[in-house]
């Protein structure tokens, strides 16, 4: 793939260059789970004379592998569109500021950073319901406003949720994945019993939907084991439950 070929290109000249400290991919390619379609995320550790030169040269870096049709950086982060398509991220960071996100390392030769993919955890199950119910109620809000194109936005993101606690609770030993990626892994008939919740996505009833996701959000957290449950504010998320389930169908 192209991907490789740039990824390549980049890295070597960041190292004999630029002499970072150590580099590694996120995202997809973080996860392994990249595609033909996959965009770049790099993550380089470096000092921060160093982060500021590469920030000035970054034409002259990226060019290195393909023509650039767009290219800007914010902080400590490049953005760059080469014609052929690709999509290549490279962000500076020093060794103190290296994040906790899957990583696949590649190149490490001094030891700075800290392997792999992390296992999924209890409190990254608890968060997630927390998020739900903080959506929850900006979904309501939402609703007694009457902004149906936000609405449409805020259940969504709840059914996004309801999937990723789904497949979480089903598989504990796994790794914290993005939605899209959960989706893929999903087996057809659960896609299909999903699906059926995403019918009801419409301008029109997305509150009977938003009504059947916090439903199913409550019945799987009464199937969560003991050590996750320890960390849930359950009042929290019935008081957004009983929010939702309070909305008369003619406030739709």
């Known amino acids: 793939m192209i991907q490789y070929d740039a990824i390549n290109t980049i890295l070597e000249v960041l190292i004999t260059e630029y002499a970072i400290d150590a580099c590694y991919l996120k995202g997809d390619f ?15 550790l470096t ?8 920030l000035k040269s970054k034409e002259n870096i990226f060019e290195k592998y393909n023509a650039i049709l767009f290219i800007e950086h914010k902080n400590n982060k490049i953005e760059c569109v080469y014609e052929n398509g690709l999509i290549l991220v490279l962000q500076l960071l020093t060794k103190d500021e290296q994040d906790s996100d899957n990583k696949l390392i590649i190149y490490n ?18 968060e997630l319901i927390h998020r739900f119910s903080f959506i929850a109620l900006d979904y309501y809000a939402a609703l007694m406003r009457e902004n149906s194109l936000n609405c449409l936005y805020l259940v969504q993101k709840m059914m996004n949720q309801y999937i990723t606690l789904y497949y979480y609770l089903s598989h504990l ?10 989706w893929n ?14 019918k009801w996505i419409t301008v029109d009833k997305h509150l009977i939907a938003a009504k059947i996701i916090v439903d199913k959000m409550y019945q799987l957290i009464g199937h969560l084991p003991l050590m996750v449950a320890n960390y849930l504010n359950l009042d929290f998320f019935l ?8 909305i008369s169908e003619e406030k739709a």
């Open 30 to 44: 973080g996860e392994k789970d990249e595609d033909e379609y996959t965009k770049v995320e790099m993550t380089c």
């Open 47 to 54: 000092s921060d004379s160093i982060k500021q030169t590469i």
């Open 109 to 126: 030769p001094k030891n700075l950073v800290s392997e792999g993919l992390k296992k999924l955890k209890a409190d990254d199950i608890t």
């Open 173 to 182: 030993e796994s790794f914290p994945l993005k939605i899209n990626k959960i």
């Open 185 to 198: 892994i999903l087996k057809d008939e659960q896609k299909k019993v999903f699906l059926e919740i995403f």
């Open 239 to 246: 008081f957004a439950k009983n929010k939702i389930s309070s």
